[in-house]
């Protein structure tokens, strides 16, 4: 199978199913591929927590180094993404847990609820570092 | 016993309902139970979070080795390390499609799961004990 997915040079030239490029980018288009890539980063940050707890429980130094390099700007700005993948994949794991019992599928629901997880999780995401900078 | 004469599948491979992947509906089912489960830990995870981030060391550890902090940590590094090995799979097999490669990742991403979920196992119950 995995042959014929891909075309080689002096193949003759076959009919492609239409792709992203073709579509109009919908609200549930993009939605669908941001909760696959929030998904995918939080894979990968996940070891951000891991980093830091283990580094916790070896002491003093490794706390302290972990501490600058999260505080740092750089640091700073990975753990807003985080937090931004972690809200994003949350509500849009949400939508589609509504969309598994079956309910949701109609034009103005799937309009809705697409707005909603994009929007919802960026005023989480403004909440939360909020509350850090001024608790 | 109908039916069986319009199907080419034997009667006994419709009732273990298996199908072709040979794994049922187990793979989509834990996906679900981790993701409900998921929603509230990470809400207690950012919670936790918040409240480390302005602690010093001394603090910091005290509050991992809170038994309710330690738990939901727990529960949520175990709970998400199962939610994510299964995501990252299905991401490799929409993907990746030369079958050395494929395999290579899928094991890949097995042991990065449980790395990561016994990594912060570790730590957890080593700063809960040291107290």
């Known amino acids: 199978m995995a042959k014929t997915l891909t075309t080689k040079p002096g193949a003759s030239a076959r009919p492609l199913s239409p792709h992203l490029q073709i579509y109009k980018m919908t609200i549930t288009m993009a939605m669908s591929i941001l909760h696959r890539i929030t998904g995918a980063a939080l894979f990968f940050g996940t070891a951000?927590?891991?980093?830091?707890?283990?580094?916790?429980?070896?002491?003093?130094?490794?706390?302290?180094?972990?501490e600058a390099v999260y505080g740092s700007l750089i640091g700073k700005l990975v753990l807003f993404g985080y937090t931004w993948a972690l809200f994003h994949h949350m509500l849009g794991g949400l939508r589609h847990l509504v969309w598994d019992t079956g309910a949701g599928f109609d034009r103005l629901s799937r309009f809705q609820l697409g707005w909603a997880t994009l929007i919802g999780a960026l005023v989480m995401t403004g909440l939360v570092w909020l509350i850090f900078f001024i608790g | 016993m109908q039916q069986a004469s319009s199907s080419l599948r034997t009667p006994a491979s419709r009732v273990r309902g298996l199908g072709?992947?040979?794994?049922?509906?187990?793979?989509?089912?834990?996906?679900?139970?981790?993701?409900?489960?998921?929603?509230?830990?990470?809400?207690?995870?950012?919670?936790?979070?918040?409240?480390?981030?302005?602690?010093?060391?001394?603090?910091?550890?005290?509050?991992?080795?809170?038994?309710?902090?330690?738990?939901?940590?727990?529960?949520?590094?175990?709970?998400?390390?199962?939610?994510?090995?299964?995501?990252?799979?299905?991401?490799?097999?929409?993907?990746?499609?030369?079958?050395?490669?494929?395999?290579?990742?899928?094991?890949?991403?097995t042991f990065f799961a449980i790395a990561m979920a016994l990594g912060a196992t570790y730590a957890i119950l080593r700063i809960g004990f040291a107290g």
């Open chain 1, 48 to 66: 951000l927590l891991v980093v830091f707890l283990v580094a916790l429980s070896t002491g003093k130094g490794n706390f302290a180094l972990v």
């Open chain 2, 20 to 109: 072709a992947a040979k794994s049922g509906t187990g793979h989509f089912w834990l996906q679900r139970v981790t993701a409900v489960a998921n929603i509230p830990l990470t809400i207690a995870f950012v919670i936790i979070i918040l409240m480390l981030a302005k602690r010093d060391y001394a603090g910091a550890l005290a509050l991992v080795a809170h038994p309710v902090a330690a738990i939901l940590l727990l529960l949520f590094i175990l709970s998400g390390a199962v939610h994510m090995r299964l995501g990252m799979q299905v991401i490799i097999e929409d993907y990746v499609h030369q079958e050395g490669a494929k395999i290579a990742l899928l094991m890949l991403n």
